[in-house]
């Protein structure tokens, strides 16, 4: 079936340790997006990627880092220097043929232990 | 700072009533709106999407747009319990080669059987 494959579901952060969130697409989608959810709150724009080899920072670029070597694969680093990772993290994609309609994986949840 | 303005709620209607979601936004130039619905824990699904102003009709549910008052709504027709959920209004932004979506912070409905 296609869509957005995110991994772990949910994660479980030390204090100063970097954790790498996996998101995997098989829609051909051109486009993809990570967002962050904080509870009772909007999604907020981290990082975005338009082609392969290319990404841009959104609204919260700070603490995050992202890589963009293949089309179907977007994965996002949380860095030790975000110092408030404890949220639900979403990643997404779309493409110009499909109205650029953005569609969303399942979510993984972080906490910081 | 492109903004997306939605009243939190939670919005209470009687199962069977028409429920009506509002949303604002700030920049006159947006081409593109979405609703999305997330009940709690779970990624955003998209429901329907306008482009034009007008009416836009999905089965039970009505997308309304008015780019001249910068206002986008939803009405749920026959509303179910199954309806509770958190709703989502985002509205896409795009230039310089970069196409993105803002979020609301959403508005809870909430069906009473």
């Known amino acids: 079936d296609g869509g957005i494959t995110q991994s772990p579901k949910y994660l479980f952060r030390k204090e100063g340790q970097n954790v790498t969130l996996s998101c995997e697409q098989n829609?051909?989608?051109?486009?993809m997006y990570w967002y962050r959810q904080d509870p009772g709150q909007g999604l907020r724009l981290i990082y975005y990627s338009q082609i392969v080899n290319d990404f841009q920072k959104g609204d919260i670029a700070e603490g995050y880092s992202v890589s963009r070597e293949k089309k179907e694969s977007f994965p996002l680093t949380v860095t030790s220097a975000q110092k408030n990772p404890t949220a639900f993290y979403l990643c997404?994609?779309?493409?110009?043929?499909?109205?650029?309609?953005?569609?969303f994986g399942e979510g993984s949840w972080l906490t910081v232990v | 700072q492109k903004e997306v303005e939605q009243n939190s709620g939670p919005l209470s209607v009687p199962e069977g009533a028409i429920a009506s979601l509002n949303c604002t936004y700030s920049?006159?130039?947006?081409?593109?709106f979405f609703w999305y619905r997330q009940y709690s824990g779970k990624s955003p699904e998209l429901i329907m999407f306008i482009y034009s102003n007008g009416d836009k009709e999905d089965g039970r549910f009505t997308a309304q747009l008015n780019k001249a008052s910068q206002y986008v709504s939803l009405l749920i027709r026959d509303s179910q319990p199954s309806d509770s959920a958190t709703y989502l209004c985002a509205v896409a932004y795009s230039g310089a080669g970069s196409y993105q979506l803002t979020f609301g912070k959403g508005t809870k409905l909430s069906v009473i059987p």
């Open positions: 997404a994609s779309s493409n110009w043929n499909s109205g650029n309609t953005i569609y």
């Open positions: 920049d006159r130039g947006s081409q593109s």
């Open positions: 829609l051909n989608h051109d486009a």
